[in-house]
């Protein structure tokens, strides 16, 4: 069963953390995604890689930093957190193929308080 | 007005019912359509993909894409309680990944 996994299911943190969210994939996809989830906005891209080492802003890059060192692995970092970055996180992977599917995680709960 | 718009619901229909869900979209552009589940809690898993216009259909599912129109549906037939999700929708130009637009989805409950 392919899987995407994300480190951590629920996150508190304080203003001015720096956040760490992991995730990790299986499926030897070359590409992986951050999105962040929030009602009445739906998902939206916040950085996306295509290859190791390799990283591309996404719609709202303000306040994140990701790094993918390894294929298989896709960081997304908040440099320091704040109250509006509290949201839904979701990883994703897709293959080079890109539009036929995308596989998610099952999310991180992420409040900053 | 936003790219993709949908209907957030909630929607609530008891069960054996048909459903419809739908989304309308503003950049004459997309060619791929695409349909994900989301359980409570869960991320969101890829039910159908269509591309261009037409109808494709997977057991229960039916997706239909009407481009003239920027009209989207997702016919659910003979609805179950494992249905009761979030559905959304996603839509892109061309085949990269980076550029698909999600609708906001919408909640479904399905009545036993």
């Known amino acids: 069963d392919v899987k995407v996994t994300q480190s951590s299911r629920y996150l508190v943190k304080r203003t001015g953390e720096k956040v760490f969210l992991e995730c990790v994939q299986d499926m030897d996809h070359e590409n992986m995604f951050w999105y962040r989830q929030d009602p009445g906005l739906g998902l939206r891209l916040i950085y996306f890689s295509y290859d190791v080492k390799m990283k591309e802003k996404g719609d709202i890059p303000e306040g994140y930093s990701v790094s993918r060192e390894k294929k298989e692995r896709f960081s997304l970092i908040l440099e320091s957190a704040s109250t509006n970055q509290t949201s839904m996180y979701l990883c994703?992977?897709?293959?080079?193929?890109?539009?036929?599917?995308?596989?998610f995680g099952q999310g991180t709960r992420l409040t900053v308080v | 007005q936003k790219e993709v718009e949908q209907d957030p619901g909630p929607l609530s229909v008891p069960e054996g019912a048909i459903v419809s869900l739908n989304c309308t979209y503003s950049n004459s552009a997309f060619q791929y359509f695409m349909w994900y589940r989301q359980y409570s809690r869960k991320g969101p898993e890829l039910l159908m993909y269509t591309y261009s216009s037409g109808n494709k259909e997977d057991g229960r599912f039916t997706a239909q894409v009407d481009k003239s129109s920027k009209y989207i549906s997702l016919f659910i037939r003979d609805s179950q309680p494992s249905d009761s999700a979030t559905y959304l929708c996603?839509?892109?130009?061309?085949?990269?990944?980076?550029?698909?637009?999600f609708g906001p989805g919408t909640s479904l409950s399905v009545i036993p």
């Open positions: 996603a839509m892109s130009e061309g085949t990269s990944y980076d550029k698909v637009i």
């Open positions: 994703a992977s897709s293959n080079s193929q890109g539009n036929t599917e995308a596989f």
